[in-house]
Nanobody, 125 residues
Framework: QVQLVESGGGLVRDGGSARLSCAVS????????IGWFRQAPGKEREGVSC????????DYADSVTGRFTISRDNAKNTVDLQMNSLKPEDTGIYYC??????????????????WGQGTQVTVSS
């Protein structure tokens, strides 16, 4: 079983930055990529970004490309999401996720297998 605990987030002004962190624990053979999903009020959850565990290849949703950066610290077993130029439409609950299905590259369009509890990010206009 994989455990994912998010931290960071909170209230940020339009155009500001925030950094989310995910602490990953459990058997590393149970997952092949770590990522972030989000759910805005009244909308379906959507994949934001992901990073593979063997070569750190990444994928981003079109809506965040160029503004968000995902990174992995193997020593600390954490995955961070640096969010810059935040917009009100980035508001939502952000979930750290893990992918248990072996894949050559990760994709934000693939449904994850493990979910964290989520952390709120609110961007005020």
């Amino acid at each position: 079983q994989v455990q994912l605990v998010e931290s960071g987030g909170g209230l940020v002004r339009d155009g500001g930055s925030a950094r989310l962190s995910c602490a990953v624990s459990g058997d590393s053979s149970d997952y092949y990529a770590i990522g972030w999903f989000r759910q805005a009020p009244g909308k379906e959850r959507e994949g934001v970004s992901c990073i593979t565990t063997w070569d750190d290849s990444t994928d981003y949703a079109d809506s965040v490309t160029g503004r968000f950066t995902i990174s992995r610290d193997n020593a600390k077993n954490t995955v961070d999401l640096q969010m810059n130029s935040l917009k009100p439409e980035d508001t939502g609950i952000y979930y750290c996720v893990a992918y248990g299905l072996p894949m050559a590259v990760c994709s934000t369009e693939v449904e994850p297998d493990f979910w964290g509890q989520g952390t709120q990010v609110t961007v005020s206009s």
